[in-house]
């Protein structure tokens, strides 16, 4: 079956609007339409509207056009020239891993400087990354489709497949976020170079936890370096720890800052020569218990 | 050096009472051996006391350490009672690693 090219041109849809509303689209899905291609948050009324409808009309139209096989999210932040290299990338990909699904995302899309360009390949095994010239391909198992990390992949990137909406699964709570606190404060100490990848994943639970928009790769990696750029990052990021335990709606969170510093506490007994270390983790949690949430 | 050469070592330094999870043997196997020893380091500074423990929030009397080689591949766990000897060894990739640490709460 033809997939659709999910590319909209945004300032081009406004001005075709009463060519389309309502022949094709009704005024609200219009709408729709806008606040989806501009990242906002759809209810979940309306998320079942723009795939159960929206999605299906836009496939149909697509068909009639006979255009190529790619979708685009979160296009406005992509360079157009870094647009047109990922289509041929893409095109090419689909080739080589056939009835894959294939995403490009990263900096490559956005950033004048890259490393590599980041693939990802959804495959039914897991399997080793590997670089082929200047591509990183990441293999991703489908239960990737219902985690937070595809949440935020899927608002920036280049799909050979449309990205349907589909619930986050991923078990995030108080405990994981603590232990990626816990994760991140080690790596910053032992393994600099690993530590940004722990500072995406605790900012996207971060976000999760707080209860605000889950970042973009973009918002990511501004938010990754500018903290990493810091002389002493773990201030900031125990405020995002604090900020985000406090705004959540966890029901046993001082309970959990209390055994967290109980646990630490009884550590520092044993190993007196990494108090210091250990004091610097636990402000977090004292801070949690002492606005009191 | 062959993966029982490097389980010796392990029991030499961390007791022979020591145990091993995850895919050692693959781990060990297939990597060289200035890896190997990176990671028998790692072990050393556990017990020297060198490395820092974190709580299991899971099992109020363990604690853990972490490691991770510099490619991000590997990743192991130590276990050791609090006050008390080294439980086991945990070497494995990313996504084990993830179930490991879910499942002792760190």
New interface residues.
Partial sequence: MRKLEFELDLEHFRKIKDEIVPTIFTEHQFDLIQKRFTNKILTDSEKNEFSRTISKKMKAIRYIENKEELFIYGGEKIRNDRLIAAKKYLKNLSRKFKNKHILISGSFLYNERYNDIDVFVISKY?K?DYNQDNLHINYLTEDVYSSLFFESLRKLCISNKELLFSETKE?ANI??F??LY??LF??L???P??AK?TLREFLIQSSFIGKTPIPDSFELKTQVDSILKLKRPEELIKNIFVKSVVLSKEHNKIKAMK??ID??K??M???K??KS??LGIIRGFEEVIAIGC | MDVDKFKETVKNILGSEIKFDGHVNIVINNIAEERQNLILEWIRNCKKGVNRPEPCKRFKNLISFIYKSNDNKIRGILTKEKNSYFIELFLDKHKYYDMKKRYLGI
Avoid: P, R
């Fill in positions: 897991d080793e078990k405990d994981t603590i232990s816990q994760e080690n790596d100490k032992e393994n170079k690993l990848q055994g967290m646990s630490y009884d550590i007994k044993e190993y020569q990494h270390y250990y």
